[in-house]
């Protein structure tokens, strides 16, 4: 499976963007599909989660409430959806692939996934 992020840009606080997270190659009947943001001189912060099949999801607090995780089965691609961004949200999103994790909370764990894609830039400015 290869990964490839998408949807980053330079937006003002409140305004929204959409990210996607096109995903290429052989599908695990057991994976998730992760959301991860980094800015620089600080690690990677999970943000969201979502099985490639059934409903669970998973959200980092700081974003609940703005930020949804979807996915397009069909067309094999995952979204985040981020409303109400705000300062913080800046940095650099990943998207990465999960097998056999366990249980949803395992996702919050960078370690977990063993797939990475390129980056993409959110930039929120005030």
């Known amino acids: 499976v290869q990964l490839q992020a998408s949807g980053g840009g330079s937006v003002q606080a409140g305004d929204s963007l959409r990210l996607s997270c096109a995903a290429s190659g052989r599908v695990y009947n057991n994976a998730a599909i992760g959301w991860f943001r980094q800015v620089p001189g600080k690690e990677r912060e999970f943000v969201a989660a979502?099985?490639?099949?059934?409903?669970?999801?998973k959200y980092a607090d700081s974003v609940k409430g703005r930020f949804t995780v979807s996915r397009d089965s069909a067309k094999s691609t995952f979204y985040l959806q981020m409303n109400g961004l705000v300062l913080e949200d800046t940095g650099v999103y990943y998207c990465?692939?999960?097998?056999?994790?366990?249980?949803?909370?395992?996702?919050?764990?960078?370690?977990?996934?063993?797939?990475w894609g390129q980056g993409t830039l959110v930039t929120v400015s005030s």
């Open positions: 990465a692939e999960a097998v056999d994790f366990g249980s949803m909370t395992n996702l919050l764990r960078s370690t977990k996934y063993f797939l």
């Open positions: 979502i099985r490639w099949h059934g409903e669970s999801v």
